[in-house]
């Protein structure tokens, strides 16, 4: 597997490229109009921590493919090589005004300030443990993603209030989760004052058997100026008949241009009315920046357990590369 890895790098070295070390997106719109974008990126991470098999692994090898059709179509294609669902997006965008538009297709389901952030662009190595578990498509392993309709769209400059809502099939192009749900789900963010802002989603199925429905929702805050990102989300569910519930807090401070530094502690409990079912973490980390879409993340910690008196450490290393 580490061979994987290296290989992954000797390649992607290659392409990379530039001094400025700011992170990029995936690859939300066309590069100046152009109708066809080609971009990528691979993780290769090392984990060290309790009940995890994979040491090295190449986490995410993905490809993209992207462009504007004209001035009011868009487009994104997005596939992973090594993990499911492998297609990860195949969605087409129609802009009618700023404040509608319509996505059709497989994409990321509008829920979660950090699942809706770009795998290459989140600070930590890893996302908080209560996102991968509660938020939809996370916690069936398709990585947030689902197939259907959504509209979305701003409203206002100066104090805008971004939107999105749409109905979902809970079937993929291919490998489709085990447990499906036909849901709606909905999301909006309010941007308050100099780089303050609130939001809240909401997921609901409306066909899952008896016993099986499933709700999610979440509220979220975030601040951004400078060096400085600080953000919150609580996030809380149900699964049939079991209450679900957890959240985190993330800094996050960029003192110089290739450095940055990152503490985040998250919480989760898997079942609000059984006792020791909450595992705590607490991380601390840095970032360097070798290139644009070069960097080495190194994070370390400690986790509390469920029913553990004894905490137990984490460490995470990962190096992406894009192009």
């Not at 179509?73 to 404040?99: N, R």
């Not at 297709?105 to 209560?130: C, M, W």
């Not at 979902?168 to 909905?186: C, D, K, W, Y």
Request: with cysteine; charged share 20%; glycine share 10%.
């Amino acid at each position: 597997m580490f061979s994987g890895i290296q290989v992954g790098i000797l390649c992607l070295a290659a392409m990379a490229g530039g001094n400025d070390p700011t992170p990029q997106a995936d690859a939300p719109a066309g590069k100046n109009g152009s109708p066809f974008h080609l971009s990528g990126y691979i993780q290769g991470r090392f984990t060290d921590a309790r009940d995890t098999p994979d040491r090295f692994e190449v986490r995410r090898a993905r490809l993209l493919l992207n462009g504007d059709l004209g001035s009011r179509i868009s487009y994104l294609i997005q596939g992973d090589v090594l993990k499911l669902p492998g297609v990860m997006d195949a969605d087409v965008v129609f802009k009618v005004a700023t404040a509608l538009k319509f996505t059709v297709g497989q994409f990321k389901l509008p829920f979660s300030l950090s699942s809706l952030t770009s795998d290459n662009l989140e600070a930590p190595v890893e996302r908080a443990k209560v996102v991968n578990s509660l938020v939809p498509g996370r916690d069936t392993g398709v990585q947030a993603r689902d197939s259907g309709l959504q509209l979305s769209g701003t409203f206002g400059s100066t104090h805008a209030i971004d939107y999105w809502a749409g109905v979902f099939s809970g079937e993929l192009l291919i490998n489709s989760p085990q447990q499906q749900f036909r849901a709606v789900s909905a999301r909006a963010v309010a941007h308050l004052w100099r780089g303050l802002q609130i939001g809240g989603d909401m997921y609901k199925s409306f066909s899952a058997p008896a016993h099986k429905e499933k709700t999610r929702q979440s509220a979220e805050i975030r601040y951004a100026r400078g060096p400085l990102t600080a953000q919150a989300e609580y996030i809380w569910g149900r699964d049939g008949t079991t209450d679900r519930r957890g959240g985190y807090a993330l800094g996050v401070w960029r003192w110089s241009k290739r450095w940055e530094g990152i503490a985040r502690d998250d919480w989760y409990t898997s079942n609000v009315s059984k006792a020791n079912s909450r595992t705590q973490t607490w991380l601390a980390g840095a970032n360097y920046y070798l290139w644009p879409k070069v960097r080495i993340q190194a994070n370390g910690g400690l986790r509390q357990e469920p029913a553990s008196v004894r905490l137990s450490g984490v460490f995470l290393t990962q190096l992406q590369m894009g192009f």
